[in-house]
């Protein structure tokens, strides 16, 4: 019988405890395990590499009864994330504002624009209408975005990142190890505070890689709130549009 892999390095595969299915994310320098659970109710966890499978497991067994609750809660997110529709008056969300969609037929019009508070979407764009929404979003954050990062970049004293907007699955940033902060577009959709919090989180990461107290307290430095910012993030999270509920 061959002998099981014992480490995640050599067995990256799920971890299957309590019903749950844990998907494995090995990084070789990491030295902590961070769990998430991801607004599709996925579970991740970003382990060392060289972390033994067995003890991991153990691990994790003691946060199943917060990994249950807080499941359940995106199971419960997800069904009632409100579905939205290409036609006059529904809304979307930008910058913590409900515009109505009015749909016209100039042919000369951008695809999608904003005027006088409404969301201008062309008639004959209706069927390719959540690409050219998204385009709209991230063509909105490569002009919105990098004045405000290079702003709290220099409050935290961090290297003036570069910026990218681009789809990141549901996550509202990242942060490359290059120095690189990625933003998720559907962050244009959040109020400027919630946005604001996005980005000192993974400006956060640039001299704290992981979630230490180190990284919590560069936070708190310049967000003294970031608490509650955090708690009406997820809040808000339930209640965005993505393109695969159109």
Not at 147 to 154: L, T
Not at 194 to 213: G, K
Request: glycine share 6%.
């Amino acid at each position: 019988m061959p002998e099981v892999p014992y480490t995640v390095a050599e067995n990256d595969s799920p971890l299957h405890l309590g019903g749950l299915i844990i998907h494995l994310v090995p990084a070789s320098g990491r030295t902590g395990v961070r769990v998430t659970v991801e607004r599709d109710a996925r579970i991740i966890a970003r382990v060392p590499a060289d972390a033994d499978r067995d003890k991991l497991a153990a691990l994790i067994r003691t946060r199943l009864a917060w990994l249950y609750t807080k499941v359940n809660a995106r199971r419960v997110e997800a069904a009632e994330r409100p579905r939205r529709r290409f036609l006059d008056g529904e809304g979307f969300w930008y910058l913590g504002r409900n515009h109505r969609l009015k749909l016209i037929d100039d042919p000369a019009a951008s695809p999608v624009a904003l005027k006088a508070g409404r969301l201008h979407l062309r008639r004959d764009h209706r069927d390719t209408a959540a690409p050219a929404l998204v385009s709209w979003y991230v063509v909105r954050g490569r002009a919105w975005l990098p004045h405000r990062v290079h702003s709290w970049a220099r409050r935290m004293d961090v290297p003036d990142a570069e910026l990218n907007v681009r789809p990141l699955g549901y996550r509202w940033g990242s942060c490359s190890r290059r120095g690189t902060v990625n933003v998720h577009w559907a962050t244009m959709q959040l109020p400027a505070r919630l946005i604001d919090y996005v980005l000192v989180h993974e400006l956060a990461h640039l001299d704290h890689p992981h979630h230490t107290s180190g990284f919590w307290r560069a936070v708190g430095r310049v967000m003294t709130d970031y608490e509650r910012l955090r708690a009406e993030l997820d809040e808000w999270g339930a209640g965005i549009w993505l393109p695969d509920e159109s």
